[in-house]
């Protein structure tokens, strides 16, 4: 008969304290298939209701009469992680079986985790003792939790200031608890001090080193600096590392319109210029406030006075070029006028790194608002003072995009094709190739590209979806008998196309998307439907945007001959390009079909459910270390 250990017995022991413990209308739920988790407490009130509060509990008995041993545990590094990365907060909980009772602590109320140590020794005072009001103390931390999750926080924002009991290498002086609330205490607009922590919204927790603040464990920024310093400096300049230091807190936790308040009305911007550890961790945040213009203007004075490369140049560049999409025209404008300075002072820096980089940037930021021509010129002037530039795939592929947004599809496929040769890693860019060489009037071989590159796809490429459907619609055509090649003339395929005489037209220019549309439009009254699916799936694909073009290729791709995968192509490509727009017409076109209520619910849903979250290419920016050694940034194209 097998014996129970000791350790089986503490642990049915701490279960058993703790489950005592809590108040008699908490549910108390055993987890004992989750790995680290003892417990799940959901929270009643006191007439019974729920509230739909819920925490976890990690419960660590011990029957040690050491008082070290029993306010302390070590966890590993990985297991702490693991607690602080769910979104349910979680408890630990001490128990100690010698002095009948417990202790406890949130795991996120961890302030000294360093990610190079591979365990962590998860301290508690004797402020942690376990009362009979800590279920209160544990209700008004989840509730404050909540409201700032809820966005609900706004000055004056309740703070308690106290010592850090939990690390007593460093346990500070009451002096500086003193000079800290003396610091808030002259700024009741927007703070409000309070004597337990459990009554604020802040807490600040002083140690020897300097001060940590936390909102609720939801977001914690330690000050830049020790008291050790405090002596050297003046009262004012420690309220405003005070100020930055929360100010972090209210950026973590979605409160930027509060961080912003902080920051500019008290004149900060120029006290964060001097402090760059404090400026690069909120830059991203303050260039997205109602303060963009001004954040934007004064750094860039200050970097025109700055006579060194200053790696924040380089940091608001990638910020505003990836931010780029959510901005309206006046902050683009804002943008264009950055990166122009930025230009201006690497030319008088004479900096030929820098210079190339910005004229680079300069290139990415006219690309993205459609002025090729600019674009085109910036990427080329980067050659002038970087050569290394175009023994590189990434610029070539680059340049090859340019030139076919700019019409010139034969001089694009020349880019992509030695892209490709020096091993670009762009997961479309034999697509894209075959694309060019489609517009180049080259469209065997533009079959045979297509054919490579499905033969290759990767499971992460985007829309894949357009490119087996363009592979299909052109292999079907040069089966039945249109040209392999052609020199393409649309001004004389629009004549005839005005003239109605689509075939002919298709003479001049196979690529014509009206001449196909309106000859797929015959094809329908003649009750050929699936060459209609064919004529209009060729004319959507060739002017993506046509939603009406789209729609109707939906329509004629639900019949029995048509190969469902085909339509599937159809709507996921539409979709990409034209989101709830495409889907809203596909609707109102039903609608005026007069189509039975069952019928069209059931088109909808097929299309609802086919379709695929659009996600959009990432967006890369390279900076260069030499002419040869870069570092290349991926970042969303919506920052």
Not at 363 to 387: C, M, P, Q, W
Not at 458 to 466: A, I, K, L, T
Not at 536 to 549: K, Q, V
Not at 589 to 606: A, D, R, Y
Request: charged share 25%; proline share 2%; net charge negative.
């Amino acid at each position: 008969m097998s014996q129970r250990t000791r350790n089986h017995i503490i642990e049915e022991e701490s279960r058993m304290f703790f489950k005592k413990s809590i108040p008699q209308m908490w549910v108390y739920r055993d987890k004992h298939d989750d790995y680290g988790i003892d417990c799940e407490i959901e929270i009643f009130d006191e007439q019974g209701n729920p509230t739909g509060t819920v925490f976890w509990v990690q419960l660590k008995g011990t029957d040690s009469k050491d008082q070290n041993l029993i306010k302390s545990i070590n966890f590993s590094s990985e297991k702490m992680t693991q607690f602080l990365a769910y979104d349910i907060p979680v408890l630990i909980v001490r128990y100690s079986s010698y002095n009948q009772n417990l202790f406890f602590r949130w795991a996120k109320n961890v302030r000294d985790m360093q990610p190079s140590k591979k365990s962590v020794n998860f301290k508690f005072s004797d402020t942690d003792v376990w009362t009979s009001n800590s279920h209160i103390e544990i209700i008004k931390y989840l509730k404050n939790q909540i409201l700032i999750k809820q966005g609900r926080l706004q000055f004056p924002i309740t703070v308690s200031i106290s010592k850090e009991l939990n690390n007593p290498k460093f346990i500070a002086p009451h002096s500086y608890l003193t000079i800290i609330k003396s610091c808030l205490a002259n700024h009741k607009k927007y703070f409000s001090l309070v004597q337990r922590s459990e009554d604020s919204f802040l807490q600040i927790y002083v140690d020897s080193q300097g001060l940590v603040s936390s909102l609720c464990d939801l977001s914690l920024a330690r000050m830049k600096i020790t008291f050790q310093d405090v002596n050297n400096i003046n009262s004012d300049l420690l309220v405003k590392h005070i100020l930055v230091t929360i100010t972090q807190c209210l950026f973590d936790v979605g409160k930027g319109d509060l961080g912003n308040q902080l920051i500019f009305k008290n004149n900060l911007l120029s006290f964060l210029k001097n402090n760059e550890d404090y400026l690069s961790s909120i830059l991203s945040h303050l260039l997205e406030g109602e303060y963009f213009s001004t954040t934007v203007n004064e750094l860039s004075q200050y970097f025109k006075e700055n006579k060194h490369d200053n790696i924040l140049e380089t940091m608001m560049s990638i910020l505003l070029l990836s931010k780029r999409k959510s901005f309206d025209d006046e902050k683009l404008l804002i943008i264009e006028n950055f990166l122009e300075e930025q230009l201006a002072i690497a030319k008088l820096r004479e900096n030929n790194l820098s210079i190339a980089g910005t004229l680079y940037n300069l290139g990415n930021f006219y690309r993205s608002v459609g002025e090729i021509d600019k674009a085109l010129t910036h990427y080329i002037e980067v050659r002038k003072y970087n050569a290394s530039y175009k023994k590189h795939s990434y610029y070539l592929f680059e340049i090859g995009g340019l030139l076919f947004l700019k019409g010139k599809p034969s001089y694009a496929s020349r880019f992509y094709q030695k892209a490709i040769e020096l091993k670009t890693n762009h997961p479309l860019a034999k697509a894209l190739l075959a694309d060019a060489l489609l517009y180049s009037g080259k469209y065997l071989q533009a079959l045979e590209k297509y054919d490579e590159f499905l033969n290759e796809i990767s499971v992460d490429c985007p829309n894949p979806d357009e490119w087996f459907l363009k592979y299909s619609c052109l292999k079907t055509i040069l089966q039945n008998g249109y040209p392999e090649t052609q020199t393409r003339d649309s001004m004389k395929a629009n004549d005839f196309v005005e003239k109605g005489e689509c075939e002919k037209a298709l003479e001049f220019d196979l690529l014509d998307s009206l001449a196909w549309y309106n000859l797929a439009v015959t094809e329908i009254k003649q009750s050929n439907n699936i060459t209609a699916f064919l004529f209009f799936s060729i004319s959507a694909l060739l002017d993506n945007r046509d939603c009406e073009a789209w729609t109707n290729a939906t329509f004629s791709g639900f019949i029995e001959e048509i190969d469902f995968s085909l339509l599937v192509n159809v709507i996921r490509t539409a979709y990409f390009y034209n989101g709830q727009e495409y889907i809203n017409y596909v609707y109102e076109s039903m609608q005026k079909k007069n189509l039975k209520p069952e019928v069209l619910n059931t088109i909808i849903e097929l299309i609802d459910n086919t379709v695929e979250e659009r996600i959009e290419e990432p967006f890369l920016l390279r900076n260069f270390f030499n002419e040869n050694e870069f570092i290349e940034i991926t970042m969303n194209s919506n920052g």
